[in-house]
């Protein structure tokens, strides 16, 4: 393996020759494509020819190359059976999130992975915007105070296409909750900690397809704190800006466009602590607070460089296990909530 880890691709035709491969695989020190496998054979071709990859049409003689890790970026329907299929054949896999479409699916994964003694890790990939480690460490410093509250929300537009696998339940595992909700979730656990029980409307409020279009939880956290995701495939791009809002007894964090696929937003972090009186005016200044501005990384290259050295160092990745296993438990008990119109336990 020496110090760069050879990497395989599984799904190259859609976010993987978007970002993974020409932000991640391709610049890391510690990374290299080597083989790629899509069943819209003409779209591998051209990703292998764009980059320099050998070109499979098979997942058995992707999986007979030598490589030592697999990306596996297929619609989530197939992640459970591609990355048994990985483990099985001594391949490392980093999953896009989900992480297999249902808690047994993930718990299956994760015991074969550690029956082969591979590395399993899982696309969660926002948790590396420096602008997010940034606002973890203030909150770690108590900068906030007590945690009380936050809101993560993630929207986009996407109507109704032929063969959107995002679109039906049984290709996706669900819609805008489980496509994209599940990082605002994941990172509000990063932020908060673990969640305790969840309530949760999904609905299908513009869109007639299967999945849900629409979705707002209601978080609530062991360490006190509670949160709301909202998350819609039903708003224009440009009119949801991704916001970010992290409040505490001593200030809040609060930020816009760093959830997403890009590596920064604008974050602001007002700071007043706890020993201010009351003060019957409340009065806001317009202005104020001060810019968390860290130097930004590309999420996709941190992913991979983080993943490829879990590898070589022989040690778990930061996107582990129980990440992605907790990921699918609060989805699961999200979309109960939607069901049955109860609080659910996580
Ligand atoms: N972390 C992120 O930023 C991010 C962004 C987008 C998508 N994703 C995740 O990546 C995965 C793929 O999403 P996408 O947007 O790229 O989807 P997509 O539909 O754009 O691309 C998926 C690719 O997989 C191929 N494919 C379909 N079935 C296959 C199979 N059985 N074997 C091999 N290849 C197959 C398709 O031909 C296509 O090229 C999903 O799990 C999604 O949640 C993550």
Known sequence: MENQIKWAVIGSGGIARRRTIPEGIVPADNAKLVSVYDIDA???NDVAKEFNASAFNSLEDLLASDVDAVYVASPANM???QVIACARAKKHVLCEKPLGMTIEEAENMI???KEEGVVLGTG???RFHTQHQAALQMIQDGKLGKPVYGRAQLSCWYPPMDGAWRQSPETG???SLMDMGSHCIDLLEMFFGKLKSVSCFINNSVHSYESEDSAVVALNFENGAMATVDTYFCIPDN???NVLELY???????AKGTIGQGDAGEMVAFLEGEDAGYDAQQARDAGGGIEINPAPVNTYLAEIDEFSQAVLDNREPKNNLEISLQSQKVLAACYESARTGKVVEV
């Open 248 to 254: 505490g007894s001593g200030g809040s964090i609060l």
């Open 111 to 113: 015991k074969v992975c």
């Open 173 to 175: 595992g669900g819609g």
């Open 124 to 126: 969660f990939m926002m």
């Open 42 to 44: 003409e779209a591998n």
């Open 79 to 81: 992640h459970h059976d």
């Open 239 to 241: 009119s949801s800006k």
